[in-house]
């Protein structure tokens, strides 16, 4: 940054010199991963399956013997992500104006801004994106997830839906039924309801209302007692698109080293240069707890 790019800043009689930062939001990402740290180059996870159901055993005939089956390990790869900026001597020098970040306090609070936006959109793209997949190679949300003990299993809603009352019994009723590699009955149940900001009122409605308000019959609003947090999301770049996802979330964000700040000096120009950098990776290997409704 020199005196041609804020010349405005260098000039006397200005009212004021506005920054284009914006009022920070609670990081968002925090609330859809699990959060776990890291000390190697990469991290890997494996899942296996339990025991297929016990046999009768006829008298006198010995016992049949049962496998656990190994499923895919999936690597998380850490990223460095960094970012800088260099402020030339005589625009430190000539600044009237305090609003201009010059000094590591206020650098650090726009890079510290950038680094945030970047691990939300790192993250979202979990959400957001077509290209990210689970351990068995197939899409995060699919129809057609491969069971290890043979079959598929559907983490996303069919046919398509918007949110409604229906679709959301729908919804919870398919991610409570689904059953494990060995097509055991599981215990999973949903605790999160992920919307976009197009999605809230409806999804308060949904979710608070004593009565069904899609129905003119007074009829009770069971999806209340179901307790569901709701969390509206200005990252999801789909508004009709909703998710549901259990307590135990299986999209894993380590985190190799958290935002780190640096500065040094130019000894040949005289400028202050500024950097941010972190490192981390996401993914999810078995994407059981998650699921997804593509809007109509």
Not at 85 to 112: H, Q, S, W
Request: glycine fraction near 6%; charged fraction near 25%; aromatic fraction near 10%.
């Amino acid at each position: 940054m020199n005196r041609s790019q804020f010349n405005k800043a260098v000039v006397p009689g200005l009212f004021s010199f506005m920054s284009s930062s914006y009022t920070e939001r609670p990081a968002m990402w925090k609330q859809l991963v699990t959060i776990k740290p890291s000390r190697r180059a990469y991290e890997e996870s494996a899942y296996y399956t339990g025991l297929g159901l016990v046999p009768e055993k006829p008298e006198g005939e010995p016992i049949k013997y049962d496998d656990f089956i190994q499923g895919p390990t999936k690597r998380w790869v850490h990223v460095t992500n960094a970012l800088g900026v260099r402020i030339t001597e005589e625009a430190i020098e000539d600044c009237l104006y305090p609003d201009i970040p010059t000094e590591m306090g206020d650098m650090t609070k726009e890079l510290g801004r950038s680094a945030r936006e970047t691990m939300e959109v790192i993250v979202h793209d979990m959400y957001n994106g077509t290209t990210k997949t689970a351990g068995d190679g197939i899409a995060v949300f699919s129809a057609s997830h491969t069971k290890l003990g043979g079959g598929t299993w559907s983490n996303l809603l069919s046919p398509s839906a918007d949110l409604s009352v229906a679709s959301l019994r729908q919804a919870i009723t398919q991610f409570e039924t689904t059953t494990d590699d060995r097509n055991k009955q599981q215990i999973i149940k949903p605790r999160y309801l992920l919307v976009a900001p197009d999605g809230e009122w409806t999804a308060k409605e949904i979710l608070n209302s004593a009565y069904d308000p899609e129905s003119a019959e007074n009829a009770i609003n069971p999806l209340q007692s179901r307790n569901l947090t709701l969390i509206v999301d200005p990252y999801l770049t789909d508004a009709d698109t909703w998710f549901l996802i259990s307590d135990q979330n299986p999209i894993i964000t380590f985190n190799r080293r958290g935002v780190k700040f640096a500065q040094d000096g130019d000894f040949e120009t005289g400028d202050a240069k500024f950097k941010v950098s972190f490192r981390m990776s996401t993914e999810v290997n078995y994407p059981m707890g998650l699921f997804k409704a593509p809007g109509a």
